[in-house]
């Protein structure tokens, strides 16, 4: 094994992958000595798994192998990085060993927190506790609807940003909703939906009209409360009320159902190195994608700092600004540092052959694709959500491809939206 690259890549995943096959994309017959350090043998489709959880979608169509995805003329250093040295630019292993490098892209996602919530680690999976955040157990969260009783409770939960797919907690809660009117019974079962943060999404243009939806399934709706425990044998939940005219109160509620999302952070590699901020993210230029400190390193996707929704949608964006910046100073030029503009898509899974297709950038502005009103639900964007995008994912994206539609950056919402 090789102990120096050009090019070191740390993480394997959405982010890595693309910038690698992009790289090896423009090199045009240019040898770049590429490596990606990445532990897995699997890569899963993330934004599929609330579509397993609702029975609309298989978890086997989710997964890869990871070696098939590598793309041709990259070294696949199969291990795990330990420590970032951005001085000595060197990665160190956890087998052993080290990597040198002379430039560095930082990418290896984020690590979700199943032991921060008392009882999650040890009633997941069981219980009628279950997450769409873990391909281990997203197929219990279709076994539970299933077999959720008439007049039951369902709880679905949201802890404090950043996540994966801020949209994620919601849409489970809005497919449970459905199936449950479907079969006749929502009218008896309570669903409640309890985010930590003061409103429905973090672009309000969105928020408004997912009030508006879940208000129709009679979804009740709880902001500023965190769960902070789970009693599998009771069924219980506890949630500390965390702003609002309750603030500083700890309520517990009874469930049959109870979809925790585990708080997120960044994983200690990135934490612990001299590229990370005072949160642990991976301090970026949030246009240029370039480190604050170290200008031979990058960092795109869950790890990095930029304060965008953590998404597929975001890399797709990320990372030609990244290949292209790295190609720069490759080549003694100067790096583009208006490049990425905060986009990021969501699309929200409202019912059963229903999206609403949430599009924005830095700021919260609303950046459609579609020429079409970005408020409303409609059956065209389930066709892509389930499968035109994985197609895009797999066939495209992650073969390093880079002409996508342009999102509309010149979008003026409609006032009456805005007022209302």
Same mark, same amino acid.
């Given at each position: 094994?090789?102990?120096?690259?050009?090019?070191?890549?740390?993480?394997g995943?959405?982010?890595?992958?693309t910038?690698?096959?992009?790289?090896?994309?423009?090199?045009?017959?240019?040898?770049?000595?590429?490596?990606?350090?990445?532990?897995?043998?699997?890569?899963?489709?993330?934004?599929?798994?609330?579509?397993?959880?609702?029975?609309?979608?298989?978890?086997?169509?989710?997964?890869?192998?990871?070696?098939?995805?590598?793309?041709?003329?990259?070294?696949?250093?199969?291990d795990?990085?330990?420590?970032?040295?951005?001085?000595?630019?060197k990665?160190?292993?956890?087998r052993?060993?080290?990597?040198?490098?002379?430039?560095?892209?930082?990418?290896?996602?984020?690590?979700?927190?199943?032991?921060?919530?008392?009882?999650?680690?040890?009633?997941?999976?069981?219980?009628?506790?279950?997450?769409?955040?873990?391909?281990?157990?997203?197929?219990?969260?279709?076994?539970?609807?299933?077999?959720f009783?008439?007049?039951?409770?369902?709880?679905?939960?949201?802890?404090?940003?950043?996540?994966?797919?801020?949209?994620?907690?919601q849409?489970?809660?809005?497919?449970?909703?459905?199936?449950?009117?479907?079969g006749?019974?929502?009218?008896?079962?309570?669903?409640?939906?309890?985010?930590?943060?003061?409103?429905?999404?973090?672009?309000?243009?969105?928020?408004?009209?997912l009030?508006?939806?879940?208000?129709?399934?009679?979804?009740?709706?709880?902001?500023?409360?965190?769960?902070?425990?789970?009693?599998?044998t009771?069924?219980?939940?506890?949630?500390?009320?965390?702003g609002?005219?309750?603030?500083?109160?700890?309520?517990?509620?009874?469930?049959?159902?109870?979809?925790?999302?585990?708080?997120?952070?960044?994983?200690?590699?990135?934490?612990?190195?001299?590229?990370?901020?005072?949160?642990?993210?991976?301090?970026?230029h949030?246009?240029?994608? *370039?480190?604050?400190?170290?200008?031979?390193?990058?960092?795109?996707?869950?790890?990095?700092?930029?304060?965008?929704?953590?998404?597929?949608?975001?890399?797709?964006?990320?990372?030609?600004v990244?290949?292209?910046?790295?190609?720069?100073?490759?080549?003694?030029?100067?790096?583009?540092?208006?490049?990425?503009?905060?986009?990021?898509?969501?699309?929200?899974?409202?019912?059963?052959?229903?999206?609403?297709?949430?599009?924005?950038?830095?700021g919260?502005?609303?950046t459609?694709?579609?020429?079409?009103?970005?408020?409303?639900?409609?059956?065209?964007?389930?066709w892509?959500?389930?499968t035109?995008?994985?197609?895009?994912?797999?066939?495209?994206?992650?073969?390093?491809?880079?002409?996508?539609?342009?999102?509309?950056?010149?979008y003026?919402?409609?006032k *009456?939206?805005?007022?209302?």
């Amino acid at each position: 094994m090789a102990r120096h690259h050009q090019i070191l890549i740390v993480g394997g995943g959405s982010a890595g992958i693309t910038v690698a096959a992009s790289l090896q994309n423009h090199a045009h017959g240019d040898e770049l000595d590429i490596a990606i350090i990445d532990p897995s043998s699997d890569h899963y489709y993330q934004p599929a798994f609330t579509l397993v959880g609702a029975g609309s979608y298989k978890l086997k169509d989710t997964r890869r192998d990871e070696a098939r995805l590598i793309p041709d003329g990259v070294q696949w250093i199969q291990d795990s990085a330990v420590n970032i040295d951005p001085d000595d630019k060197k990665v160190g292993l956890s087998r052993g060993g080290e990597i040198t490098y002379d430039f560095l892209v930082v990418c290896p996602g984020l690590i979700c927190n199943w032991s921060s919530i008392e009882g999650l680690a040890e009633n997941i999976g069981r219980n009628g506790v279950c997450s769409n955040y873990s391909p281990k157990h997203v197929e219990y969260t279709w076994e539970s609807i299933k077999a959720f009783p008439r007049g039951g409770t369902a709880l679905f939960t949201q802890p404090a940003m950043p996540i994966k797919c801020p949209g994620a907690p919601q849409k489970i809660a809005y497919l449970m909703a459905d199936y449950l009117r479907r079969g006749g019974i929502l009218q008896d079962c309570n669903v409640h939906f309890l985010p930590q943060s003061p409103s429905m999404f973090g672009v309000p243009f969105f928020a408004r009209e997912l009030a508006k939806i879940a208000d129709d399934y009679g979804i009740h709706k709880h902001f500023h409360h965190n769960l902070t425990k789970i009693d599998g044998t009771r069924k219980r939940a506890t949630f500390a009320v965390v702003g609002g005219d309750n603030e500083g109160q700890t309520i517990e509620m009874d469930y049959d159902l109870l979809h925790a999302v585990p708080p997120q952070g960044p994983l200690r590699v990135v934490k612990d190195s001299a590229v990370s901020n005072d949160s642990g993210w991976v301090d970026v230029h949030k246009h240029s994608m *370039q480190s604050t400190t170290h200008p031979n390193v990058f960092s795109l996707g869950d790890a990095c700092s930029t304060p965008n929704s953590k998404t597929a949608a975001a890399i797709r964006k990320q990372a030609p600004v990244v290949v292209r910046n790295l190609l720069a100073l490759i080549q003694g030029g100067s790096i583009d540092e208006e490049g990425y503009d905060g986009y990021g898509s969501c699309p929200l899974t409202t019912a059963y052959g229903k999206v609403l297709m949430a599009e924005f950038t830095y700021g919260g502005k609303v950046t459609p694709t579609f020429a079409l009103d970005p408020r409303k639900e409609r059956r065209s964007y389930w066709w892509i959500k389930r499968t035109g995008l994985p197609l895009m994912y797999w066939n495209y994206m992650l073969k390093g491809h880079e002409a996508f539609p342009e999102h509309n950056t010149d979008y003026n919402a409609p006032k *009456q939206a805005l007022r209302q």
